[in-house]
C-alpha cells in the first residue's frame, strides 16, 4: 500500500482532478483576459493592453505547462498542482469580474498587476513545498 505523497499510478481521483483542473486552467485565462480587456476597455494604449494580457495569461500559461508535464510527478505534488489551478482559476476571474463589471475605481489596474503576481506567489510556495514532502515521505 503506498501513501498519498509517494503514489505515481494516475488513479481515478487524479485523473479526474486533472482534468478539471485544466478545464479550470483553460476557462480561467480566458475569462480573465476577457475581463481585462473589459476593464481597459477605455484604454488607447495598445502596447499596454498587449503587455497586461501577457502578464495576466502568463500565470495560467505556466500552470498548464507544469499540468502537461506533471505526469511523473508523484501525486501529492500533483494534487498540489492541480488544487492550486483551481483557487488561481476561480478567485482570478471573480476578483476581475468585481473589476470589470463593478463600479469605476480610479485604481482599476492594481487588481490585473496584483492578482498575478500572487498567483506567482502561491505557485512559487506551494507547489515546491508539496514536492519536497512528497519526496521526503517517499524515502520513509
Excluded: C, E, H
Amino acid at each position: 500500500m503506498t501513501s498519498v505523497g509517494t503514489q505515481r499510478s494516475d488513479g481515478g481521483f487524479l485523473v479526474g482532478f486533472g482534468l478539471l483542473s485544466q478545464l479550470a486552467v483553460l476557462a480561467g485565462g480566458t475569462g480573465s483576459v476577457y475581463l481585462m480587456l473589459m476593464a481597459g476597455r477605455r484604454n488607447n494604449s495598445s502596447l499596454l493592453m498587449a503587455l497586461f494580457t501577457i502578464w495576466v495569461l502568463a500565470p495560467f500559461v505556466v500552470l498548464g505547462l507544469a499540468s502537461l508535464g506533471s505526469k511523473s510527478w508523484l501525486a501529492l505534488t500533483r494534487t498540489t498542482l492541480y488544487g492550486v489551478m483551481l483557487v488561481v482559476s476561480v478567485t482570478s476571474v471573480i476578483i476581475y469580474a468585481g473589476v470589470a463589471f463593478g463600479p469605476p475605481r480610479p485604481q482599476g489596474a492594481t487588481a490585473f498587476v496584483l492578482v498575478p503576481l500572487s498567483s506567482w506567489l502561491l505557485m512559487a510556495v506551494a507547489i515546491p513545498i508539496a514536492a519536497l514532502t512528497a519526496r521526503r515521505n517517499a524515502r520513509r
